[in-house]
């Protein structure tokens, strides 16, 4: 019954792989998010999708493609990992109009 | 454009006194406003959120929070700090339909014994 959850929680790979992590919202919202959260807590969004159609794409490196298949859904690949990369990445959800975010647990990416 | 500001990184208080976690903002229309927390090693909370309605806003755990235009602040209170309190806050400005959403750096709260 969780309302966003997100997979893996924990992730450590090596410089050069390739990560996805997946997102799943059950609220109906029809707005999801990523964001990044740097080892001093500062939060960035990286994408936004409405129904399925991008509409925020932040300065994101093009090794970063965000796929949302439904609405409920909203993975985010990564190609070639750098060490830069190493952060918690935040999943969300709204409706649109009521601007309230529901947040992931998140997922802590280690790259070694 | 939109900008959020928590004047402070760090806030410590003793268990049973009041906290204070201040906010500017700043925004070219009437803004949203929230406040967001995270404990540690989990996602964010809404602990509470201001829309133009009532200026002074009541949230979940005893908190709330006074929209000041004239200041354009607003500041996160609670009168008395619990233990658990202890955790990461966050405030945050958006426009309609939150698709610019503006986080603070955040708010560190410690809360001793």
């Known amino acids: 019954d969780t309302a966003v959850s997100q997979t893996p929680k924990y992730l450590v790979t090596q410089m050069g792989n390739d990560k996805s992590i997946k997102c799943e919202q059950n609220?109906?919202?029809?707005?999801m998010y990523w964001y990044k959260q740097d080892s001093k807590k500062f939060l960035k969004i990286m994408f936004s999708?409405?129904?399925?159609?991008?509409?925020i794409n932040e300065t994101v490196p093009n090794r970063f493609s965000p796929k949302s298949p439904d609405k409920a859904h909203l993975n985010l690949h990564i190609n070639s990992l750098e060490l830069g990369d190493s952060a918690v990445y935040f999943c969300?959800?709204?409706?649109?109009?009521?601007?309230?975010?529901?947040f992931g647990a998140g997922s802590r990416l280690t790259v070694l | 454009a939109q900008s959020v500001t928590q004047l402070d990184s760090h806030v410590s208080v003793s268990e049973g006194t009041p906290v204070l976690l201040r906010c500017n903002y700043s925004?070219?229309?009437?803004?949203?406003l929230f406040w967001y927390v995270q404990h540690p090693n989990k996602g964010l909370q809404l602990l509470l959120k201001?829309?133009?309605?009532?200026?002074l806003v009541k949230g979940i755990n005893g908190f709330e929070a006074e929209f000041k235009k004239s200041e354009t602040s607003f500041h996160l209170t609670k009168p008395s700090a619990h233990m658990s309190d202890a955790a990461e806050y966050f405030c945050?400005?958006?426009?309609?339909?939150?698709?610019?959403?503006?986080f603070g750096a955040g708010t560190r709260l410690f809360v001793k014994a």
């Open positions: 609220l109906g919202h029809d707005t």
């Open positions: 925004s070219s229309y009437s803004p949203s």
């Open positions: 945050v400005v958006s426009t309609t339909g939150g698709f610019k959403t503006i």
């Open positions: 201001y829309t133009s309605a009532a200026t």
């Open positions: 999708y409405n129904n399925k159609e991008l509409i």
């Open positions: 969300a959800s709204s409706q649109v109009e009521a601007n309230v975010l529901t």
